[in-house]
């Protein structure tokens, strides 16, 4: 038996989230499906992050455990052979038997697009969030920068949510430019459940005027879901990268 490490890139547009579920299609369920055709056997994929219907991904990782005498290459190209367009396997290595996508990872990155254009744009829409009206970026980049460290997420995370371990540690949180583009980027050891695309509809209240960096504070403080702002379309996130101290792919 071989546990095997993979590296994903998918267009979430289609799919109902990573999670196998009882109606609609994920992108375990593709995967799988693949895998089973493969190495001839049902066998649970196991992701890194359980992204959300809609979310994109250029980096997520999955592990499994098959018996097969097909190289690391072979698979890789087997597995692209069956996957549907909107998915691909970027990478396929050997892992250790201890190896875990989503309990050995030491933090993830995820990023959210925004494109401020007072205009459609159908070739980027499906990948950013369309903002029309100026934003005050420095007010933004104030909050973002208030997320760093430790703190409870309570206010940022779905109701009734994984919110029994509402502790996260971020060790990024900043906005970035690339012409019309604003890019929030966010790394943290974890995220609870809609954490990410609640926090960008908060700091976008405050790039509208409607929110000073001392009250996106006392927000962040009050662990209070209704407390925050609304959560930012899925169509703007990525998961870019998830990060190992002893990766797999780098040995």
Same mark, same amino acid.
């Given at each position: ?111 959210? /697009?925004?494109?401020?254009? !007072?205009? @459609? +744009?159908? $070739? =980027?829409?499906? &990948? *950013?969030?369309?903002?029309? %009206?100026? #934003? ?24 009734? /949510?994984?919110?029994?371990? !509402?502790? @996260? +540690?971020? $060790? =990024?949180?900043? &906005? *970035?430019?690339?012409?019309? %583009?604003? #890019? ?29 960096? !001392? ?37």
């Amino acid at each position: 038996m071989r546990r095997l490490m993979l590296t994903l890139e998918y267009d979430g547009t289609g799919f109902r989230g990573w999670q196998v579920q009882a109606e609609g299609r994920t992108v375990q369920g593709v995967l799988e499906r693949a895998i089973r055709r493969v190495v001839g056997s049902r066998v649970r994929a196991t992701g890194a992050s359980r992204t959300d219907s809609g979310v994109h991904a250029e980096g997520q990782v999955a592990h499994f455990d098959a018996e097969s005498r097909l190289s690391e290459e072979e698979l890789l190209k087997a597995l692209n052979y069956w996957l549907p367009d909107d998915v691909s396997v970027l990478d396929c290595c050997g892992a250790a038997s201890d190896f875990h996508a989503r309990y050995s990872a030491s933090s993830k990155l995820y990023r959210y /697009r925004m494109v401020r254009c !007072p205009v @459609r +744009r159908p $070739l =980027r829409d499906r &990948f *950013a969030l369309r903002v029309w %009206e100026p #934003l005050d970026l420095e007010q933004m980049r104030a909050c973002a920068a208030l997320v760093t460290g430790e703190h409870d997420f309570a206010s940022f995370a779905t109701e009734h /949510r994984e919110t029994e371990h !509402p502790l @996260r +540690r971020v $060790l =990024r949180s900043e &906005f *970035a430019e690339d012409g019309d %583009e604003l #890019l929030y980027h966010i790394e943290a050891d974890g995220f609870l459940y809609n954490m990410v695309r609640a926090l960008v509809g908060t700091f976008l209240l405050a790039g509208r005027g409607k929110l000073t960096p !001392p009250e996106f504070a006392a927000i962040l403080n009050a662990r209070d879901r209704k407390a925050a702002g609304p959560t930012a379309p899925a169509r703007g996130l990525t998961l870019v990268r998830v990060n190992y101290p002893n990766d797999p792919r780098r040995q």
